[in-house]
Nanobody, 129 residues
Framework: QVQLVESGGELVQAGGSLRLSCLAS????????MGWFRQAPGTERDFVAA??????????YYADSVKGRFTISRDNAKNTVYLQMNGLKPEDTATYFC????????????????????WGQGTQVTVSS
């Protein structure tokens, strides 16, 4: 059982930056694919970024809406995945969730929430205009 705990969400002005963290309880953290999703009220949970694709624990993939502004990274020694968010926009306002799944041996990016078996409780990011 993998437990995930997110932190770092807060109120920030448009154009600002935030770094979200997600601490995993799993001892074999490097064997996991990690994802960040976000959900605004009344909307579906949307894919943001993933890390750990195929044989590479550090390969990344991003949604078009955040490419060039957000960076996902991981520190396997700390069992932590990060989401550095720069150039924040009001439309980035949402609850951000960390998710985990076993990393496959072939290159495949899981972008649907149903593909992840473990979730954190979420952290709120609010971007004011």
């Amino acid at each position: 059982q993998v437990q995930l705990v997110e932190s770092g969400g807060e109120l920030v002005q448009a154009g600002g930056s935030l770094r979200l963290s997600c601490l995993a309880s799993e001892g074999t953290f490097s064997s996991l694919s990690m994802g960040w999703f976000r959900q605004a009220p009344g909307t579906e949970r949307d894919f943001v970024a993933a890390i750990g694709i195929g044989r590479s624990a550090d390969s990344t993939y991003y949604a078009d809406s955040v490419k060039g502004r957000f960076t996902i990274s991981r520190d396997n020694a700390k069992n932590t995945v990060y989401l550095q968010m720069n150039g924040l926009k009001p439309e980035d306002t949402a609850t951000y969730f960390c998710a985990a799944r076993p990393r496959l041996t072939f290159a495949y990016v899981a972008t649907r929430p149903s593909e992840y078996g473990y979730w954190g409780q979420g952290t709120q990011v609010t971007v004011s205009s």
